[in-house]
């Protein structure tokens, strides 16, 4: 059940010694104890509530199958976005929460640092909170992955094959020029996944390279402002190739739609995560609900069609889905070790620098790298040394960026771009005219190649 605001909580009675040994007991041992209650006191506990940002149809699950376990106990959750939930779980009671459960990078570490978790006991044979080298979960324990998503490519297989395309290997694939005009893109100020999805591509190919791909993969693709909208636009044959996160197409695909999903090379998958609250008087029906949503009864879910994502716990992926890739299962090639207390920093600066470079100036990026690419094309089929020059000089002014990577790697800068109001006019105008600039030139070059 959802409810747009948090009822305000009955008088906090104090956690008695018994219950406060159960947080860090076995799961059967809090359900034991949970079935053992008696009516009066089902009645005073018979609520937890949950703070979350997951869609309906994910949280009606598990609040179906949470109180088939435990009759007579409601599950309770209060929809809210990143923001809004920081605001609340801020709030000296946390606003009553019981649970915070959601896909948020940012406001797990800044909730841990004001104190508002407990800490939770996870069997780590089971949850290793880790992918690869990517720390998935608190190191210190307070929040734990619940489940990761992947970011990469949806594929309308149909059309690519029509139109002649394959299907993308790498990044860099989409800013070939067969790929002009076949690419959609979202707008990460619009798009709540998109800022994590072009921060795994910056991270993987490095700042400044990764800016410049961006730019040329923006050359060949339509910005689109709707988290669904990448996935939409494939399925109804608008473009074959789109960037998006993996539940959006996966979904899709499992209900019959004609797309698929493609991980290109060195990308990431980044967790969703789970905590109860500091401020919960009711701690074993947090703590039971923590251990159902971790649960490989839990985790697999998740994968259910309407849903279709990857759990977090290795074991979940027996018999799994055909759509659902096990991300435990794949070589270090495919993903790269992603620094989330990075990424978490860099969506201002992202939000801020794709729409200045990017969307402000589609039409002139789109120009410019279609000049560029008919120059190389040019000297593909007949060499000249001095026009070589030229042309590379002209793609290295295309693809730059006027932030430096020093910059975008340091946490205290990265504070000056997390309020987007707060940015000086004049730098916003010094990065406009910068890239003006290089762009104007880069473009006369190409012009006087032969």
């Known amino acids: 059940m959802y409810t747009n605001n948090i009822t305000t909580r009955r008088a906090k009675a104090a956690v008695s010694p018994s219950r406060r040994a159960l947080l860090l007991g076995a799961p059967s041992a809090i359900f034991a104890h949970l079935c053992g209650l008696s009516g009066s006191a089902r009645a005073e506990e018979g609520k937890i509530i949950v703070v979350t940002s997951f869609p309906e149809e994910l949280t009606t699950r598990y609040e179906q199958e949470f109180e088939k376990k435990f009759p007579g106990v409601h599950v309770q959750y209060v929809w809210k976005q990143s923001r809004d939930a920081l605001a609340e779980l801020s709030k000296p009671d946390q606003g009553g929460a ?17 104190g508002a978790f407990r800490k939770l006991s996870v069997d780590r044979a089971a949850l290793p909170g880790r992918l690869g080298d990517e720390q998935l979960s608190d190191p210190a324990g307070t929040f734990e992955a619940y489940d990761i998503a992947g970011y990469g490519v949806v594929v309308n297989p149909a059309l690519l094959d029509a139109r002649g395309l394959s299907r993308p290997k790498n990044w860099r694939d989409l800013a070939a020029p067969a790929v002009a005009d076949q690419l959609a893109m979202p707008i990460p ?173 589609h039409a002139q990026v789109k120009d410019l790298w279609r000049a560029i690419h008919a120059a190389e094309a040019k000297l593909a089929a007949s060499p000249d040394a001095e026009a070589a020059k030229r042309v590379a000089e002209a793609r290295r002014l295309a693809g730059l960026v006027p932030v430096a990577a020093s910059e975008a790697d340091d946490p205290k800068a990265l504070e000056g771009y997390a309020k987007r109001d707060a940015i000086e006019p004049a730098l916003l105008a010094k990065w406009r005219a910068a890239l003006d600039e290089s762009r104007a030139t880069a473009l006369a070059l190409v012009g006087r190649a032969p």
Not at 102 to 110: D, E, H, K, R, Y
Not at 323 to 345: Q, T
């Open 98 to 114: 019981d649970v915070y459960w959601a896909p948020s990078l940012g406001n797990f570490p800044i909730l841990r640092d004001r």
């Open 189 to 361: 100020s619009k798009v709540g996944f998109a800022p994590a999805l072009y921060d795994i591509i910056l991270q993987s190919e490095g700042w400044e390279r990764g800016w410049a791909l961006l730019g040329e993969m923006s050359g060949n693709a339509e910005l689109l402002a709707s988290g669904a909208g990448p996935t939409t636009s494939v399925r109804e044959g608008r473009f074959p190739l789109a960037l998006s996160i993996d539940f959006f197409p996966l979904s899709a695909q499992a209900n019959g739609l004609p797309v698929e999903f493609v991980y290109p090379a060195r990308t990431a998958f980044l967790p969703a995560h789970i905590a109860i609250t500091a401020s919960t008087r009711n701690v074993d029906l947090a703590k039971a609900f923590v251990d159902f949503a971790l649960s490989r009864e839990g985790q697999r879910l998740m994968m259910e069609t309407d849903s279709s994502r990857h759990p977090a716990r290795p074991d979940a992926y027996q018999n799994k889905p055909a759509n659902i890739v096990d991300p435990f299962a794949l070589g270090k090639d495919a993903i790269f070790a992603y620094d989330s207390d990075i990424g978490r920093r860099r969506p201002g600066l992202v939000n801020l620098l794709f729409d200045i470079a990017l969307t402000e100036r």
